[in-house]
DNA sequence: TTGTAGGCGTTATCAG
DNA sequence: CTGATAACGCCTACAA
């Protein structure tokens, strides 16, 4: 792969003119731009992106920072935001900081040192020093799917409408004859569990009804917190004939513990998950879930992030989306 | 964020002096040293990798390239090979490919017009040019659970003994009584499943059994093959007591549909999978699967990266690792 | 329309 | 030990 000197060289002509037809839409006599076409080919030039970002201070990279790669949600915020920066002529630098804010710091510094062209954090925590650090940059940057509840107004961010979920789920148990619901929630610390389970109870004491306080249960939202939180509810005398877990692996949890005490999904206990991951749809029963716009999310990250680059006013700083009932079959009429 | 210039004006040095305090191991007075590392506090200096790559001609960064995002193989070595690529220094930079060839070439192209210092492929098919472009170029590459069959002898390639996985399946189900076996296997046309089904047809031969025709149904590695295989089977009056699935994903298809046509597992049919991703822990039944090592798979893969760039001999070009049996619930004697 | 010169931020070489 | 100076590959005034 040779550099523009060499097809300049080849073509007898001046590195700048080779520039000019590289760029395009710079007048070049047709004679000469066939000359550096040809040679072009010969040598095989292939524009330099890092010396063309080191002139223009732009390095068409975008760093995506994750607390965990093996996650049914940051994984499809890694796969939405990958296709879609490559749509629009990035590439992706993908950072797995495991919620360690040491790593978190790391990264984003050698991020910056990168140069790139923007930022999207998933789920970062109010607490991580890093979004101070970068908004004394002036790299673009974006909260997706944030979690922490005290607000950095001023940083953009693409969010779910998290109580709306809680809602939707108590809406389709009510909907289906359940009085008495279970919740299990993700982590209280982390601001969207706080607000799913808001909309819940809210929605619930809109009914009339009430959430039993023994019948909430914190857990992480993973697998194991799902099972866990299930013998909890059952060691408590938890009275419930539904549940909402707030992440579907903590629903799957949930599902296998019922399973193995016999009790049947959904003709005894209806049973709510979230997200929507591709596994849902591979229980039996299939899992009626709460989904998330994971794609519609990342394209309007990707957008803010385009749009603070190219300093073009960003009309809207805080995009909240709506989440979606699927039902499936693990839930029914009382 | 300064650049070197300002902490040279501030410290009241040349740049040469800066760049050797940064650079370390150059003999710098005492004194200026630290007027120079005070100066560097503070502009908040931070060496810029762009020019420091353009100068050193790497980049410190390394490519990924994967077929899928979503998808239990790749999400392992994408989270694996990012943290091995981050403890070494480097970054990773991510592209999936969904298995076009456009895509592909053209992810490649800016790999190599960005200076990575490596380029690791997952499941590339003989049929991409990648691997001919790749060749032509001094960027180190590494092939990683490569398919297909013909050989590039020369690229490095880090793999599982796939054959050795058909052979525990095989053993597995004969140890536990199994005579008629079935076997769902991933597409015909990548070698990994060809190796699988012929180490199990081997060993279920050794045995002095033979594994039928009618009892061989290819799937595509996903779920819903895997459910469509299951009816395959019984549509063709295929008589076997326990099913090898060469994916997890068609092993939890084939369960599916087993339980939805109320045939028990592992009480009349024993279901073994493969990969050991995380939701073989979360079925009921748990899944018996074939583990592979995608940790120990991208550690060697980094290696061999490494290895080529700092121009070191490569001792073994091809490293083949082995499966693992993991046993659980979804398999018993017959 | 084309070439020359300077600079993006570093590092390496060569004098001093 | 330190400072010019050139070079990495590209782009962009400015001049011709």
């Given at each position: ?16 003119t ?13 004679q ?30 975008i760093?995506?920072?994750?607390p965990e ?28 900081t ?86 299990i929630t ?24 009430s ?13 194991g ?11 408590r005398?938890?009275?419930f ?8 692996l903590?629903?799957i ?10 009790i ?29 716009p ?11 992030i385009?749009?603070?680059?190219e300093?073009?006013?960003?009309p ?19």
């Amino acid at each position: 792969m040779g550099s523009m000197k060499d097809v300049a060289k080849l073509a007898g002509v001046s590195v700048s003119t080779v520039s000019r037809v590289i760029t395009g839409n710079i007048p070049v006599e047709q004679q000469t731009r066939v000359r550096v076409e040809d040679a072009i080919r010969v040598v095989n030039y292939r524009p330099n992106l890092i010396a063309r970002g080191l002139r223009s201070k732009n390095s068409h990279l975008i760093g995506l920072v994750v607390p965990e790669v093996i996650h049914a949600t940051f994984t499809s915020f890694i796969k939405y935001t990958e296709e879609i920066v490559n749509r629009h002529g990035y590439n992706l630098i993908l950072g797995n900081t495991q919620s360690d804010p040491e790593v978190e710091e790391q990264f984003i510094d050698t991020l910056l040192r990168r140069n790139v062209d923007g930022v999207i954090f998933c789920r970062v925590s109010d607490k991580s020093r890093v979004l101070g650090i970068l908004e004394r940059t002036n790299v673009p940057i974006v909260v997706l799917d944030r979690s922490l509840g005290s607000e950095n107004v001023h940083i953009p961010l693409v969010s779910l409408n998290n109580r709306m979920a809680g809602v939707l789920a108590a809406e389709h148990l009510s909907d289906l004859g359940h009085a008495q619901c279970a919740c299990i929630t993700g982590p209280m610390d982390i601001a969207l569990s706080r607000k799913r389970l808001e909309g819940f109870k809210s929605h619930i004491e809109s009914r009339g009804l009430s959430l039993d306080t023994t019948a909430v249960v914190e857990g992480d939202f993973r697998f194991g917190s799902g099972v866990q939180a299930m013998r909890t509810l059952f060691e408590r005398r938890a009275k419930f004939s539904a549940i909402w877990a707030q992440s579907d692996l903590m629903a799957i949890g949930a599902l296998q513990e019922l399973q193995r005490r016999g009790i049947a999904v959904p003709e005894e206990v209806s049973l709510i998950g979230m997200d929507d991951i591709n596994f849902a749809e591979m229980m039996v029963p299939t899992l009626t879930t709460i989904a998330q716009p994971f794609e519609r999310m990342c394209e309007e990250a990707v957008q803010l992030i385009l749009r603070q680059q190219e300093n073009k006013p960003v009309p809207e700083n805080r995009i909240v989306l709506d989440p979606e009932l699927i039902i499936r079959e693990s839930t029914a009429r009382k």
